[in-house]
């Protein structure tokens, strides 16, 4: 009798395991560091054209501030008065000898109705007159506007802050900071308008003053505008250079562009025939580390004037605009 197994043959199939080989592995390891560090690069590469954005739009942003209150005060050197006072034909002070007796020196003085002058003195500082400079710290010319101060009031007011009482023919009178905005006795009694203010009506003038400050601001290169009757006050900081050139106008009607200095040397002098002004600003950026690099470039043209910078890892750039005084083409 025949006897058969019945135990069944078990069979067990192994179960195939797949993975990543070292080679794999590396070139995996490879790919990915190539792609962080572009992912890296672009960032880095993103951040300094940011930067360098926000340098240029800062730059930008001071260039336009100082140019409008340079060309808001300028425009208006040599105004009369809307009276049109005879015998003002000056519309820069340019030297100490030449400021009036009633206004020259320190000491307080009165206006009309014996009120007195407005605490920042109505004459400017005898450091304040008109040059090149050479003759300043080398970082800019000094430029002061002259002009008259109309009465902002109406006729019989001593005062206006209240604005029924405003004067709306009064077109002047404040300087540069906004000394005498205020409209209050000292802008009445101190303007031209011989009733109420000063005896001698061209003894009315306002003085605004744009210089570079130095000593403890020479670091930020800081753009001052000083007025007679407000002070003085920061315009724009990282200013690196100012410069001014004045358009002369000739005999033949043609106008010749010529340094402070040579306007005073001139024999007569020629201030009365300036009928513009051009301006030329080096500004840098704020920050002193902005380029990576050193760079190669050392010297900078504003108008015909080459400035030699030292901070080599700011940015410059230059700005230069032409300032027309209505007020003098009219009368020339």
Request: hydrophobic share 35%; aromatic share 8%.
């Amino acid at each position: 009798m025949k006897r058969y197994n019945n135990h069944k043959k078990l069979s067990f199939s192994k179960a195939r395991q797949s993975g990543f080989t070292l080679v794999e592995l590396l070139l995996a390891s490879t790919l990915g560091l190539f792609v962080v560090g572009g992912v890296i690069t672009s960032f880095i590469g993103t951040k300094d054209s940011e930067q360098m954005r926000a340098a240029v739009s800062e730059m930008d942003s001071n260039a336009r501030t100082a140019i409008e209150v340079l060309r808001r005060s300028i425009s208006i050197a040599g105004y009369a008065g809307m009276n049109a006072i005879p015998g003002f034909d000056k519309p820069f002070y340019s030297a100490v000898d030449e400021l009036d007796p009633f206004t020259r020196g320190s000491t307080n003085r009165s206006c009309g109705g014996g009120v007195t002058m407005h605490t920042a003195g109505m004459a400017p500082g005898s450091n304040q007159y008109t040059r090149d400079s050479n003759n300043v710290t080398g970082r800019g010319d000094v430029l002061t506007a002259v002009y008259l101060a109309d009465n902002p009031c109406k006729a019989g007011e001593t005062s206006c802050t209240d604005s029924s009482k405003v004067n709306p023919k009064a077109m002047i009178y404040t300087d540069c900071t906004g000394g005498g905005a205020t409209r209050d006795a000292q802008a009445v009694r101190c303007s031209t308008d011989k009733s109420v203010g000063m005896t001698e009506s061209i003894q009315a003038k306002l003085y605004s003053t744009f210089y570079l400050g130095s000593g403890s601001d020479a670091e930020k290169r800081t753009l001052y505008c000083q007025g007679n009757r407000g002070g003085a006050q920061p315009l724009a900081e990282n200013i690196e250079y100012l410069q001014f050139l004045y358009g002369v106008k000739t005999s033949s009607g043609a106008v010749e562009y010529m340094k402070a200095d040579d306007v005073e040397g001139a024999t007569p002098k020629l201030w009365e025939n300036v009928i513009s002004v051009r301006v030329g600003l080096l500004i840098r950026s704020s920050n002193k580390n902005l380029l990576k690099k050193p760079s190669t470039k050392e010297r900078y043209i504003l108008l015909d004037r080459s400035v030699e910078v030292s901070d080599l890892q700011r940015l410059y750039k230059v700005y230069t605009t032409t300032i027309n005084l209505p007020n003098r083409t009219y009368r020339s």
